[in-house]
């Protein structure tokens, strides 16, 4: 098996957001599940860790023991990633909002119209999935959580805005946001809402036939043939200069916004500790955070269900689904 390897990153540059290309981020230590499909790496958090390792539970202890080291170092900065937003009505993320089963590169986005085509036809039928997305209970109970105990931002890997829509505040969407459209050329920022019209409008046969494609794609997220045969579908530019648009987040190959990712750093610098929730941290994108935070000396919680890259690194490791562990939290602070 081929495996990618591509991720050198010594501790010691974790800091260097410029240094940071997409390569970087999403390439694997240790996932041996990292195959080469179609000739490009797989995201490999986007599947379960060959090795095992899922369901286990953590005893109660352990989940008291965590919050007691979170309640000692408070305020904690919590990094969030796609643990959080399963149950949350995102049927999977690679069929929600046409993201391919081997992801678009950013090379293949610029650098081909038919490939742009082929991702605007697919993120047509597939946008009405993720509109429908609500917060899960995990998002509801960080939200709660965060009116508990002084948190000083939620940084996510999640592209999905749910834990705004749960209520939290900060939110640092280190990923960017899928509902929002970048101009490449001029940076102007439109709504997907407003982009997802005009699609609809430009490509008449797509609109009539949306609700049956969409019903396909759900059933089949790896049956997109139909969609792929869309290359004649149309997809608009820029209004302000012309320029290439693009859904604002990060794709395979590309940097996430250095403001973004500054903003994160220093709610980690602020904080006492880092809790970590739903991300296996195979990118280095949410690892440096953790690293960073034990060069710091700050301890760091991680709860996950599954292995994750950021394990020995942890202060505590709590095993279990997101939401028992969240919620036994909230009860001990709301009765305890
Ligand atoms: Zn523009």
Redesign the pocket.
């Given at each position: 098996m081929t495996r990618i390897e591509q991720n050198p990153a010594p501790a010691a540059s974790t800091g260097d957001a410029s240094g940071t290309d997409v390569g970087r981020w999403f390439a694997t230590a240790t996932a041996p599940g990292a195959a080469v499909a179609r000739g490009l790496p797989r995201l490999p958090a986007w599947g379960p860790d060959p090795r095992g390792g899922y369901g286990i539970v953590s005893a109660p202890e352990v989940v008291d023991e965590a919050l007691a080291v979170l309640r000692r170092a408070s305020p904690a900065a919590v990094l969030t990633g796609a643990g959080m937003s399963t149950g949350a009505g995102l049927p999977d993320y690679r069929g929600a909002d046409a993201v391919p089963r081997s992801p678009m590169t950013i090379q293949e986005f610029t650098g081909s119209d038919l490939a742009r085509r082929r991702y605007w036809a697919r993120a047509t039928v597939g946008w009405s999935h993720f509109t429908r997305a609500r917060p899960g209970r995990a998002h509801e109970l960080l939200a709660q959580l965060g009116r508990a105990v002084p948190l000083t931002a939620v940084i996510t890997q999640n592209v999905d805005a749910l834990h705004q829509a749960a209520g939290s505040d900060p939110v640092i969407d280190l990923h960017g946001r899928l509902d929002t459209v970048r101009?490449l050329?001029?940076g102007?920022k439109i709504s997907r809402a407003v982009h997802h019209e005009r699609l609809l409008t430009m490509n008449p046969q797509v609109a009539r036939r949306l609700p049956e494609l969409a019903a396909e794609t759900a059933q089949a997220p790896d049956g997109d043939a139909e969609v792929d045969r869309t290359a004649d579908f149309r997809y608009p530019v820029?209004a302000?200069?012309g320029?290439m648009l693009k859904p604002d987040v990060v794709f395979f190959g590309e940097s996430a916004e250095r403001a973004r990712v500054d903003a994160a750093f220093e709610a980690v610098a602020d904080s006492g500790a880092l809790l970590v929730l739903g991300s296996s941290l195979t990118v280095m994108s949410g690892l440096r955070f953790v690293r960073r935070a034990r060069a710091d000396g700050l301890p760091v919680v991680i709860v996950n269900d599954g292995p994750t890259r950021g394990d020995e690194l942890a202060t505590v490791r709590v095993h279990g689904r997101i939401e028992d562990v969240l919620s036994t939290w909230y009860a001990r602070l709301a009765g305890a």
């Amino acid at each position: 098996m081929t495996r990618i390897e591509q991720n050198p990153a010594p501790a010691a540059s974790t800091g260097d957001a410029s240094g940071t290309d997409v390569g970087r981020w999403f390439a694997t230590a240790t996932a041996p599940g990292a195959a080469v499909a179609r000739g490009l790496p797989r995201l490999p958090a986007w599947g379960p860790d060959p090795r095992g390792g899922y369901g286990i539970v953590s005893a109660p202890e352990v989940v008291d023991e965590a919050l007691a080291v979170l309640r000692r170092a408070s305020p904690a900065a919590v990094l969030t990633g796609a643990g959080m937003s399963t149950g949350a009505g995102l049927p999977d993320y690679r069929g929600a909002d046409a993201v391919p089963r081997s992801p678009m590169t950013i090379q293949e986005f610029t650098g081909s119209d038919l490939a742009r085509r082929r991702y605007w036809a697919r993120a047509t039928v597939g946008w009405s999935h993720f509109t429908r997305a609500r917060p899960g209970r995990a998002h509801e109970l960080l939200a709660q959580l965060g009116r508990a105990v002084p948190l000083t931002a939620v940084i996510t890997q999640n592209v999905d805005a749910l834990h705004q829509a749960a209520g939290s505040d900060p939110v640092i969407d280190l990923h960017g946001r899928l509902d929002t459209v970048r101009c490449l050329g001029c940076g102007a920022k439109i709504s997907r809402a407003v982009h997802h019209e005009r699609l609809l409008t430009m490509n008449p046969q797509v609109a009539r036939r949306l609700p049956e494609l969409a019903a396909e794609t759900a059933q089949a997220p790896d049956g997109d043939a139909e969609v792929d045969r869309t290359a004649d579908f149309r997809y608009p530019v820029c209004a302000l200069c012309g320029g290439m648009l693009k859904p604002d987040v990060v794709f395979f190959g590309e940097s996430a916004e250095r403001a973004r990712v500054d903003a994160a750093f220093e709610a980690v610098a602020d904080s006492g500790a880092l809790l970590v929730l739903g991300s296996s941290l195979t990118v280095m994108s949410g690892l440096r955070f953790v690293r960073r935070a034990r060069a710091d000396g700050l301890p760091v919680v991680i709860v996950n269900d599954g292995p994750t890259r950021g394990d020995e690194l942890a202060t505590v490791r709590v095993h279990g689904r997101i939401e028992d562990v969240l919620s036994t939290w909230y009860a001990r602070l709301a009765g305890a």
